[in-house]
């Protein structure tokens, strides 16, 4: 209990004063002890808690982080399953894809064979058919050549009799024509005399050479004709295409040099293969024998690839005659014997008739003096009526020299077709040596001022390598016309003609090189 003191003085001084004092303060003491021993035990249990809080949010914390990496591996394995079941799912569709792939397979299989086996057995009636088509076809065609062979066989003859007949009769009138030159030569150059006889055969000349131009028409319709029956039939145009090189290659292997000409049979029988190919597969169209002849009774069907064919190998004669027999004339020989023997050849005839005019119709362009027709060569008619060339259609005429080289080998190309001896052979010859006679008469008969260069070349390229076959079929007439063509009838030339003097330089090559006198 607290002493009180009397205000304005102090308490006094006792002991029990003093000793209350002190308790008290050890009272107070005491208190603030064990309010400090609160206070460390407050913040000791602060601390002991605050330090189980930071393990309990530590803990909590990696209890967070493992439950992350849990939820993270679980996710994983999620995706992982799932793309297991995704490598499944795409498995199963690409077995069940491969067994749809082989079911369709099979199937496809199954219908290839089905379809193989129709097509097989279509083939086979096809085949059948085509076989029974085929003897019928035989059959027919054996009775259609027997009957031609016999129509042929009947012709031959009566061609035979008239061939001799016209040879018999151009010997005879060989030579009384031969005596008539040589009695009737002129003194001069500037006269020579037209009889009416001399102008009824230029009009002949004329209508035949007309004749001719328009079978060469002819044949560049049929060419154009069958190039469009080519674009509408792929196989008709591969083949066309590749027999036309074949031939062209053929001709165009006879040229100047050793061992090149001596057998030209290969090239020959190569053609004539290409020729029956051409009758056999490619039977149609086919063109009337009318248009490329000059027999206008002529009533034949023959194959459009048999003329276009031999259309092509007259084009290719023409063209080696000029390129080689213009350097060489002894080349020719060879080209004139294959392209005789093709057109010889009984396959390729129409009723028995030869198609030689196809070639002769291309001797008309190139050199129509051969046949009679001539004109001034100043004029630009008149070089088209002696042969001359342009270098480009519509464009300048070619030099004189190449002009010369052309006419040269188309001379000596002519004598090798219409010299052929065919006494030996089964064929009837389809161009005989009368024609050869025709020509140089025909060049001879030109008057006097209407000779020109042109007609010299060609007459010295007809004589110069054929006088032998030329006297073995016409005899002493032959001679004689040789005599009157070498020394008199360079007279009529024109002044200065270099021409004139080559043909009269043949007698002295014909007198060294052949023991020829004439």
């Known amino acids: ?156 003859i009566r061609r035979n009799a008239v061939a001799e007949r016209k040879s018999k009769e151009a010997a005879i009138a060989a030579s009384h024509s031969a005596r008539r030159t040589e009695s009737t030569v002129p003194t001069t150059r500037n006269t020579h005399p037209i009889t009416s006889q001399a102008s009824v055969q230029s009009a002949r000349q004329e209508n035949e050479h007309q004749r001719y131009l328009q079978i060469h028409k002819t044949l560049k319709e049929m060419r154009a004709f069958m190039a469009n029956q080519a674009k509408q039939d792929p196989k008709l145009k591969s083949r066309m295409g590749d027999m036309r090189r074949e031939i062209k290659k053929s001709i165009g292997q006879l040229r100047e040099g050793k061992g090149l000409n001596s057998k030209p049979n290969q090239q020959q029988a190569s053609i004539q293969r290409l020729l029956k190919e051409a009758i056999l597969s490619f039977p149609q169209p086919t063109f009337s024998a009318a ?113 010369q080289d052309r006419m040269t080998g188309l001379g000596a190309g002519y004598a090798a077709l219409s010299l052929r001896n065919f006494e030996k052979s089964r064929s009837t010859n389809p161009y005989p040596p009368y024609h050869f006679w025709q020509a140089v008469t025909a060049i001879l008969n030109v008057a006097a001022g209407h000779v020109t260069e042109t007609h010299l070349v060609i007459l010295k390229a007809l004589l110069a390598n054929s006088e032998a076959r030329f ?38 090559t014909l007198k060294k090189d052949k023991n020829l006198y004439l």
């Open 471 to 508: 006297m073995e079929f016409f005899g002493e007439p032959a001679k004689k016309i040789l005599r009157f063509a070498i020394k008199e009838y360079p007279k009529r030339a024109p002044k200065g003609s270099v021409a004139a003097v080559v043909l009269s330089n043949l007698g002295d």
């Open 291 to 403: 248009s490329f002849t000059t027999n206008p009774a002529q009533d034949a069907q023959v194959p459009g690839l048999l003329i276009y064919l031999l259309n092509q190998l007259s084009k290719a004669v023409i063209s080696q005659l000029i390129r080689e027999a213009a350097v060489a004339p002894k080349v020719a020989d060879p080209i004139g014997t294959i392209a005789v023997s093709v057109f010889a050849n009984n396959d390729f005839r129409a009723n028995g008739e030869s198609l030689i005019d196809i070639l002769i119709a291309k001797m008309h362009v190139v050199c129509p003096p051969l046949f009679g027709i001539y004109g001034p060569d100043n004029t630009e008619q008149g070089r088209t009526r002696l042969g001359w060339w342009r270098e480009v259609p519509g464009g300048p005429w070619v030099n004189d020299q190449t002009h």
């Open 1 to 156: 209990m607290a002493i009180k003191e009397s205000p304005g003085r102090p308490a006094k001084d006792s002991p029990s004063r003093q000793l209350l004092r002190e308790l008290s303060r050890l009272s107070i003491n005491r208190q603030e002890d064990w309010y400090e021993q609160l206070d460390r035990e407050s913040k000791e249990r602060a601390a002991i808690h605050n330090n189980a809080l930071a393990i309990a949010l530590a803990r909590h914390e990696q209890v967070r982080k493992d439950a992350e990496a849990e939820r993270d591996r679980i996710l994983q394995l999620e995706q992982e399953r799932q793309k297991a079941e995704a490598r499944l799912q795409e498995e199963r569709e690409q077995r069940q894809a491969r067994a749809d792939l082989e079911q369709a397979e099979k199937r496809l299989v199954a219908e290839r064979a089905e379809a193989a086996a129709r097509a097989e057995r279509a083939a086979t009636q096809e085949r059948e058919a085509e076989e029974a088509r085929q003897r019928a076809e035989k059959d027919r065609r054996d009775a259609q050549e027997a009957k031609v062979k016999k129509e042929s066989q009947e012709a031959e």
